[in-house]
C-alpha cells in the first residue's frame, strides 16, 4: 500500500497545515488554536462545567483542563463553583475573554477568506456537507470518558 497515496494521508496532510496556519493566526492575538474552541464554546454558552466542555469539544478532560487553566492565567476566564452541586466547577468568560470575540473573529476569517481562495460557492457548499458526514462517520466511534473530572 502506498499511503501517500490515500485519502487519509492527504486529509492529515491538510488538517496539520490548517492547524498549523490556525496557530499561527492565534498567537498573533495571544492564543493558542485550541483555546480558541473552549472560547466559542463559551460564547454560545457560558458557564459549562468542564465535563460539559468535554462533552461538547470531543476532548479529554486532561486536554480541557490545561487548555481552561491556560485561558484563566490569562485572563479570558475564570471558575467558580456550581450553585447546585460544590463540587462541580463552572468556566465564566471574563470581560477579557468577551472582548477578545472581535480579533478572533477577524483572524478565523483572513484564514477562511485564504483556505477558500480558490474555491467556488457550490465547492464550499459540497466541502462542508463532506465535512459533515465524515464528522458523524467518525463520530460514532469517539467516546470521551468525563468521569476524569
Same mark, same amino acid.
Given at each position: 500500500?502506498?499511503?501517500?497515496?490515500?485519502?487519509?494521508?492527504?486529509?492529515?496532510?491538510? #488538517?496539520?497545515?490548517?492547524?498549523?496556519?490556525?496557530?499561527?493566526?492565534?498567537?498573533?492575538? %495571544?492564543?493558542?488554536?485550541?483555546?480558541?474552541?473552549? +472560547?466559542?464554546?463559551?460564547?454560545? *454558552? *457560558?458557564?459549562?462545567?468542564?465535563? #460539559?466542555?468535554?462533552?461538547?469539544?470531543?476532548?479529554?478532560?486532561?486536554?480541557?483542563?490545561?487548555?481552561?487553566?491556560?485561558?484563566?492565567?490569562? %485572563?479570558?476566564?475564570?471558575?467558580?463553583?456550581?450553585?447546585?452541586?460544590?463540587?462541580?466547577?463552572?468556566?465564566?468568560?471574563? *470581560?477579557? %475573554?468577551?472582548?477578545?470575540?472581535?480579533?478572533?473573529?477577524?483572524?478565523?476569517?483572513?484564514?477562511?477568506?485564504?483556505?477558500?481562495?480558490?474555491?467556488?460557492?457550490?465547492?464550499?457548499?459540497?466541502?462542508?456537507?463532506?465535512?459533515?458526514?465524515?464528522?458523524?462517520? +467518525?463520530?460514532?466511534?469517539?467516546?470521551?470518558?468525563?468521569? *476524569?473530572?
Amino acid at each position: 500500500m502506498e499511503f501517500d497515496k490515500t485519502l487519509t494521508y492527504d486529509l492529515t496532510q491538510l #488538517a496539520i497545515v490548517y492547524r498549523t496556519y490556525l496557530e499561527k493566526s492565534m498567537n498573533e492575538i %495571544g492564543l493558542h488554536s485550541g483555546q480558541v474552541f473552549i +472560547l466559542v464554546s463559551l460564547w454560545k *454558552d *457560558d458557564g459549562q462545567s468542564q465535563i #460539559a466542555l468535554v462533552k461538547n469539544l470531543k476532548l479529554a478532560p486532561p486536554t480541557i483542563n490545561k487548555m481552561v487553566k491556560s485561558l484563566m492565567n490569562g %485572563g479570558f476566564v475564570k471558575c467558580q463553583k456550581c450553585e447546585t452541586d460544590s463540587r462541580m466547577m463552572r468556566v465564566y468568560l471574563t *470581560d477579557k %475573554g468577551r472582548e477578545i470575540r472581535e480579533a478572533v473573529a477577524e483572524q478565523w476569517n483572513k484564514l477562511e477568506t485564504q483556505f477558500y481562495s480558490n474555491l467556488t460557492e457550490t465547492e464550499k457548499l459540497i466541502l462542508s456537507q463532506l465535512s459533515i458526514k465524515l464528522k458523524e462517520n +467518525l463520530g460514532k466511534n469517539i467516546a470521551v470518558v468525563s468521569k *476524569d473530572l
